[in-house]
């Protein structure tokens, strides 16, 4: 069964700083998904970020950034020119490509607080 | 265009009594997941349902929950009789052929 592990319970940043959230998984598939989804005090779940494992490029949106390391089994997110609207946990997700395969394996998550 | 619609957004009960959360995905996905999270045990997949079909309940906690997809814009998660320990934050996602799942905003359940 695959598992994803964020060894950070918590961060904390100053704001327009940089700051990198960790995540490790295990599987033994090839082809598979990896996601960073923001959860705000309000809880709704927000996608950040997406990554194909096929993809050798690592996935940036705007001031977000994943290091995609395939053999380590790492996927960190980098989040540049931190803002107060950062401030959240943070969870990694795994999901199989294989066709079959919906489910979304979630890490225990990492409380970001960005300090003005 | 809407996301996913939950309702309610919050609901107490009392130990014993039915509660009924409710959902709305995406118009024109045709997956739909129910999701639990606990400080405990984190965000837990409760039942997946493709094109109105339930795939996998296996998440289901026990027999006092049950949950339905009657159409492709509908799904209902019911929980009877309540007890405390079902206290957590209840979510409903969508998909479409994608890899992206999308959430709603949850409902929060206490249980007294």
């Known amino acids: 069964a695959q598992t994803v592990t964020q060894s950070q319970p918590e961060m904390s940043v100053q704001e327009a700083e940089t700051v990198t959230l960790s995540c490790t998984y295990d599987?033994?598939?090839?082809?598979?998904?990896l996601f960073w989804y923001k959860q705000p005090p309000s809880r709704q779940m927000i996608l950040v970020i997406r990554?194909?494992?096929?993809?050798?490029q690592n996935a940036t949106e705007n001031r977000f950034s994943v290091n995609f390391q395939k053999a380590a089994k790492s996927f960190s997110l980098k989040i540049s020119d931190s803002q107060l609207g950062d401030a959240a946990m943070y969870f990694c997700?795994?999901?199989?490509?294989?066709?079959?395969?919906?489910?979304?394996?979630f890490g225990k998550g990492t409380l970001l607080t960005v300090n003005p | 265009d809407a996301g996913v619609i939950q309702s309610p957004r919050h609901e107490v009960t009392e130990m014993g009594q039915e509660v009924t959360l409710r959902c709305k995905p995406i118009?024109?996905?045709?997956?739909l997941f129910w999701y639990r999270q606990t400080m405990m045990r984190g965000l837990e997949l409760l039942i997946y349902?493709?094109?109105?079909?339930?795939?996998?309940d296996s998440g289901m906690p026990e027999d006092r929950f049950s949950a339905k997809m009657p159409n492709a814009s509908f799904s209902t998660l019911k929980i009877q009789p309540s007890e405390p320990r079902d206290s957590a934050v209840y979510f409903c996602?969508?998909?479409?052929?994608?890899?992206?799942?999308?959430f709603g905003p949850g409902t929060r359940l206490l249980v007294l």
């Open positions: 997700a795994y999901r199989s490509a294989r066709g079959s395969n919906y489910k979304l394996t």
């Open positions: 349902f493709n094109n109105n079909v339930p795939i996998d």
């Open positions: 118009s024109g996905h045709n997956s």
């Open positions: 599987t033994s598939e090839s082809d598979y998904y």
């Open positions: 996602a969508s998909r479409t052929g994608g890899k992206t799942q999308y």
């Open positions: 990554q194909e494992a096929y993809k050798q």
